[in-house]
């Protein structure tokens, strides 16, 4: 019998068990173009997901690419940049070429230096142990730069396939989606949703006679946020639009709550401006460091929602990280925030536990 794959998210068709990948009623599992009813709720009602795969068989999935020809597109959220490494990604990808994509462009500020903003990308990776060859900068849902990545793929694939690469929110989905649609007319072929894991399976599609982009799973990192949060809430700390930053002045002996998902105290230094960049849902509050574990325990459900948490993470459950910049430093927050500090400044920075902090030379 011929088995029959989700045209939205590439896992074969079964009628066996209703919370496995690809599963659609008996009759319609000789079908073809037939999208899983998983894919169907994400689509039509943005329903989170009954099934949620393994990081596992993600990885194995994605190690499969190793034998194959071809070059990679590794997307990068610029919004989530540590949310977007692969662990072992050097692995997966063999001696292939590599672009680096750096997605939702479209978030940061228009002032923003996009050079900048693509050398501190390269050395991160480098830092990473990640070899681009060339990095460039888009926004998949403005279609911002697509031009320019069409023609370096063309340029690097030489007629070989693309994979698409990444974890699992970065915009894989949005980007092939639009990349089909300037292409062939056709709009949404690929489920995309604010839900970790929505696609799964390797999704095949042709350009030509030999060539295709190929849709890889995307991988669950642990670091990501969209781990600590529900889906709904997810919604709410991922910016749509650009981001308007909000600049305080801070003292030492000062602390600033990002939500109820971080914090960040100024241990020592000059008055400084401290500039956050987030959703603007999100709530900022500047308190005294001396007082503020008991004003977060007083109002992390409150003053400092959304989103609404179960418990107290930052009390409970969470990890600080030390910093003291040399130069003006962006804090990165994986997919939560950056915070923009200037030279010269001690600061603790305290997140639920596991969430990526790091920092770079600011790119504002
Ligand atoms: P995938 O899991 O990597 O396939 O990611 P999706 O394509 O499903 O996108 C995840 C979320 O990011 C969705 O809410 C998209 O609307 C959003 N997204 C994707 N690309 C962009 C972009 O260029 N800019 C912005 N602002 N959001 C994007």
Redesign the pocket.
Known sequence: MTMYKCIGCGATLQSEDKTAPGFVPASRLTEEDVICQRCFRLKNYNETPDVMMESGEFMAMLNSIYEKEGIVLK?I?VFDFKGSLIPSFNRIVGNKRVIAVI?????LPKSTNMNRVISRAKKMLADEGITANETIA?????G?NLDQLLNLVSKEAKGQDIYIV??????????I?KLIEDSTGEKDV?????I?G??LGLIDIPISETQSFI?TP?VVVDSQIAHFISPKDL?VI????EIKPKTFQLNEGQTLFISALARVDFVKGERSSFTVYASDKIKIHRTKTETATDFYGKHYNTLLAPPEIEHPVLILDAETVSFRTTERSDVLISGLTFVSVDEDVQIDVTVPKGVEVSLRPSVF
């Open positions: 997307i959220d997605n939702k462009i479209d978030l888009i926004s998949a849902i403005k911002h990444g974890t699992t929110n970065v915009g894989k989905s949005t980007l989606n690929i489920t995309t949703s604010n970790p929505t696609t849709d995307g919604k991922m910016p749509k639009k």
